[in-house]
């Protein structure tokens, strides 16, 4: 197997620090708000990642984490805490926020088809965790303490910035991070934030340094370290994570344990709205939720991501989302073909699943993937398949929905009542009683199918 790693910028030959087991740590989502159709193409994009290693016969132990305190609003650790500031919005304690949106987020993941992860530790859990690897940069040398928290001192640390490849002498203080007067370096991110004095935190803890409450990036190098170990075999995220928080966890963890944080880096692409970066001011975050209320199947956002290969861009729209639909249905009717008699032919359905394997082992290139598949498609378009053909369509699906997870291989067999009604509407086209045929088509149609009159047969699908 292939897979492209952010640190080299080079597709590389996939090779595991121990045999099958792969150790993959993904950055999870913040709770605080729904999650918008951008963290859910990263979570999708997670999935194909984690059943493209597993049908390449790797065992994937994935720990994808729940921020639920320390993420703040700017990315300089100033600002509020994100979870903070909508518990004050909506009137709610921080913890409350924490367990609503989490719920949120496991329903998500099931509308969705992503299949769970090994684990999904909150950060709130491991705060002694985070406490004691802090303690550990502390006493290697690694940090400092002003008014408002801990630091990192990035310049201890001789290639910080390497995943980024950070121009830090040529970085202006403010420029991508807020200025801090009491700051060493512009980069330096904190480790623990104290409380203000003045003021009563719902999410608030003891610490050696003060009460207060661990840094974002902090998290996932505690919880990485106790799950996954010193050294992980794959680390993913969305790109926006790579010049600051991806960053920061390689700097800490690294100074930390001694050994290289990560082997490979996995990032997913950004998608934009309407050809437009996802903004508050403008609107444009989408949900699941909004999806549903379109009457649009959340598995055709799957889809829509699915076809699109995960380090390029998209770009969403609902008429791009109506399409992907479209092509769903043509795939779930290519499905249908199995139950549905015998034709004729002797097309190599298995030279087909062959070519969408060995697309997806190659970077996850589901684009080409699913390419092959279109092209079959075309070949049935007016004909059923033979019994073998039927035999190997019904591998291909189950192949396709171990990588893709469309369900399409999920579909039965219709019922008795609506092959009788497509029998007889056959007999009467047979009689060329077309007033017969068109009665029943309409009766058919009420059972939540289609059907389409070819030269070589009658070919029906289903409507929903």
Same mark, same amino acid.
């Given at each position: 197997?292939?897979?492209?790693?952010?640190?080299?910028?080079?597709?590389? !030959?996939?090779?595991?620090?121990?045999?099958? #087991?792969?150790?993959? +740590? *993904?950055?999870?989502?913040? @709770? =605080?708000? /729904?999650?918008?159709?951008?963290?859910?193409?990263?979570?999708?994009?997670?999935?194909?990642?984690?059943?493209?290693?597993?049908?390449?016969?790797?065992?994937?132990?994935?720990?994808?984490?729940?921020?639920?305190?320390?993420?703040?609003?700017?990315?300089?650790?100033?600002?509020?805490?994100?979870?903070?500031?909508?518990?004050?919005?909506?009137?709610?304690?921080?913890?409350?926020?924490?367990?609503?949106?989490?719920?949120?987020?496991?329903?998500?993941?099931?509308?969705?088809?992503?299949?769970?992860?090994?684990?999904?530790?909150?950060?709130?859990?491991?705060?002694?965790?985070?406490? !004691?690897?802090?303690?550990?940069?502390?006493? #290697?040398?690694?940090? +400092? *303490?002003?008014?408002?928290? @801990? =630091?990192? /001192?990035?310049?201890?640390?001789?290639?910080?910035?390497?995943?980024?490849?950070?121009?830090?002498?040529?970085?202006?203080?403010?420029?991508?991070?807020?200025?801090?007067?009491?700051?060493?370096?512009?980069?330096?991110?904190?480790?623990?934030?104290?409380?203000?004095?003045?003021?009563?935190?719902?999410?608030?803890?003891?610490?050696?340094?003060?009460?207060?409450?661990?840094?974002?990036?902090?998290?996932?190098?505690?919880?990485?370290?106790?799950?996954?170990?010193?050294?992980?075999?794959?680390?993913?995220?969305?790109?926006?994570?790579?010049?600051?928080?991806?960053?920061?966890?390689?700097?800490?963890?690294?100074?930390?344990?001694?050994?290289?944080?990560?082997?490979?880096?996995?990032?997913?692409?950004?998608? /934009?709205?309407?050809?437009?970066?996802?903004?508050?001011?403008?609107?444009?975050?989408?949900?699941?939720?909004?999806?549903?209320?379109?009457?649009?199947?959340?598995?055709?956002?799957?889809?829509?991501?699915?076809?699109?290969?995960?380090?390029?861009?998209?770009?969403?729209?609902?008429?791009?989302?109506?399409?992907?639909?479209?092509?769903?249905?043509?795939?779930?009717?290519?499905?249908?073909?199995?139950?549905?008699?015998?034709?004729?032919?002797?097309?190599?359905?298995?030279?087909?699943?062959?070519?969408?394997?060995?697309?997806?082992?190659?970077?996850?290139?589901?684009?080409?993937?699913?390419?092959?598949?279109?092209?079959?498609?075309?070949?049935?378009?007016?004909?059923?398949?033979?019994?073998?053909?039927?035999?190997?369509?019904?591998?291909?699906?189950?192949?396709?929905?171990?990588?893709?997870?469309?369900?399409?291989?999920?579909?039965?067999?219709?019922?008795?009542?609506?092959?009788?009604?497509?029998?007889?509407?056959?007999?009467?086209?047979?009689?060329?009683?077309?007033?017969?045929?068109?009665?029943?088509?309409?009766?058919?149609?009420?059972?939540?199918?289609?059907?389409?009159?070819?030269?070589?047969?009658?070919?029906?699908?289903?409507?929903?």
């Amino acid at each position: 197997m292939k897979l492209f790693n952010t640190m080299s910028r080079q597709v590389e !030959d996939f090779v595991p620090q121990n045999g099958k #087991k792969v150790s993959l +740590y *993904t950055c999870g989502p913040t @709770v =605080y708000l /729904d999650p918008h159709i951008g963290n859910w193409k990263t979570f999708i994009n997670y999935d194909l990642l984690v059943r493209t290693l597993t049908q390449a016969g790797y065992e994937v132990d994935q720990v994808l984490n729940i921020t639920d305190v320390g993420h703040l609003v700017g990315d300089g650790d100033d600002g509020e805490d994100k979870m903070a500031k909508t518990a004050t919005e909506q009137r709610k304690t921080a913890w409350e926020i924490a367990e609503h949106y989490t719920s949120v987020f496991y329903e998500g993941l099931k509308q969705l088809n992503i299949t769970p992860p090994s684990n999904m530790p909150k950060a709130t859990d491991h705060i002694q965790e985070q406490i !004691d690897m802090i303690k550990v940069l502390e006493e #290697k040398g690694f940090t +400092y *303490t002003i008014d408002d928290g @801990v =630091y990192f /001192d990035t310049s201890k640390c001789s290639d910080y910035g390497k995943l980024a490849r950070l121009d830090l002498e040529g970085q202006q203080a403010g420029a991508r991070v807020q200025e801090n007067a009491q700051k060493r370096n512009p980069q330096d991110f904190a480790l623990w934030k104290l409380s203000p004095k003045d003021q009563k935190r719902d999410m608030e803890w003891d610490s050696p340094w003060g009460t207060g409450f661990p840094g974002w990036h902090i998290e996932c190098s505690a919880m990485a370290l106790k799950y996954l170990g010193a050294t992980i075999d794959i680390h993913g995220g969305g790109i926006d994570h790579i010049p600051i928080h991806h960053t920061n966890e390689i700097a800490q963890s690294e100074s930390a344990n001694g050994v290289e944080f990560s082997k490979f880096w996995f990032h997913s692409a950004f998608i /934009d709205v309407d050809s437009t970066k996802m903004s508050k001011s403008l609107d444009n975050f989408y949900t699941i939720e909004d999806i549903k209320a379109k009457n649009i199947d959340p598995m055709a956002f799957r889809m829509l991501v699915v076809q699109a290969h995960y380090r390029k861009g998209s770009n969403f729209t609902w008429e791009a989302l109506e399409a992907a639909a479209q092509r769903l249905k043509h795939l779930r009717a290519f499905a249908d073909l199995v139950w549905q008699g015998s034709g004729e032919g002797q097309v190599d359905v298995k030279a087909v699943e062959q070519s969408f394997v060995k697309h997806m082992q190659n970077d996850l290139n589901t684009p080409a993937a699913l390419e092959v598949v279109s092209n079959l498609l075309n070949q049935f378009a007016n004909r059923l398949p033979s019994s073998q053909e039927a035999s190997d369509i019904r591998a291909l699906l189950g192949t396709m929905d171990e990588y893709l997870g469309l369900k399409l291989s999920e579909t039965t067999d219709i019922d008795e009542f609506a092959k009788q009604l497509l029998l007889e509407r056959e007999n009467a086209r047979q009689e060329k009683n077309w007033e017969e045929s068109d009665r029943l088509r309409v009766e058919i149609e009420k059972q939540g199918l289609s059907v389409n009159d070819t030269p070589k047969a009658t070919i029906w699908s289903r409507t929903s």
